[in-house]
């Protein structure tokens, strides 16, 4: 299961960090991603998370977003700065075996940058 | 990174099949065996319905089938259903540590 936290509304310009805590497996163990979806858009992949710990990034946020996890708190983060309106989304955790497929998603949480 | 092309809409009767395309690359679907295809129903989470360009995960209809040619990747919904009705998203990897996601399709089951 992985359940996302963190999401609210936030003034251009800010920081804010997701969380995506899981069970039944380890964080560490397995790829893990961010996807996000614009209110009404379709789905962006914007960051991994290799099992090794490397990490990679669409371009949309890279240099903005670091994603992270910690392994004794079995989470996945995801570090937002810099926002700005466009990066208003539902984002999702998802994990990603081998970085070909997103097999269980978690219910997303909602980002809005916005004054 | 630009996303994959599929059609904005595609509609279909009750038990029709109905085939939903999704074009890349040769830098992306073209190159590797790692399309992959999501339902969403509006206000849920993605579900996986295809992997590796034409692998079902257990749980998923046969009624929903993949496959690939050249850098057009498909997917195949036969005896359609009312629940069928939904978003479906065509991704793939597209090399050098980096994936894209297609604009997505909107199904209508008449």
């Known amino acids: 299961q992985l359940v996302e936290t963190g999401g609210g509304l936030i003034q251009p310009g800010g920081s804010l960090r997701l969380s995506c805590a899981a069970s039944?497996?380890?964080?560490?163990?397995?790829?893990m991603s961010w996807v996000r979806q614009a209110p009404g858009k379709g789905l962006e992949w914007i960051a991994v998370?290799?099992?090794?710990?490397?990490?990679d990034y669409a371009d949309s946020v890279k240099g903005r977003f670091t994603i992270s996890r910690d392994n004794s708190k079995n989470t996945l983060y995801l570090q937002m700065s810099s926002l700005r309106a466009e990066d208003t989304a539902l984002y999702f955790c998802?994990?990603?075996?081998?970085?070909?497929?997103?097999?269980?998603w978690g219910q997303g949480t909602l980002v809005t940058v916005s004054s | 990174q630009s996303a994959l092309t599929q059609p904005a809409s595609v509609s279909g009767s009750p038990g029709q099949s109905i085939t939903i395309s999704c074009a890349g690359t040769?830098?992306?679907?073209?190159?590797?065996?790692?399309v992959s295809w999501y339902q969403q129903h509006p206000g849920k989470a993605p579900k996986l319905m295809i992997y590796?360009?034409?692998q079902r995960p257990s749980g998923v209809s046969n009624r929903f089938s993949g496959s690939k040619s050249g850098n057009t990747a498909s997917l195949t919904i036969s005896g359609l259903q009312a629940e069928d009705e939904a978003h479906y998203y065509c991704?793939?990897?597209?090399?050098?540590?980096?994936?894209?996601f297609g604009a997505g399709t909107k199904l209508t089951v008449l």
């Open positions: 998802a994990t990603f075996p081998v970085g070909a497929y997103f097999d269980f």
């Open positions: 039944g497996f380890s964080v560490n163990s397995i790829y």
């Open positions: 998370m290799f099992s090794g710990g490397r990490t």
């Open positions: 040769s830098s992306d679907v073209g190159s590797y065996n790692l």
């Open positions: 590796e360009d034409n």
């Open positions: 991704f793939s990897y597209a090399g050098g540590s980096t994936w894209v």
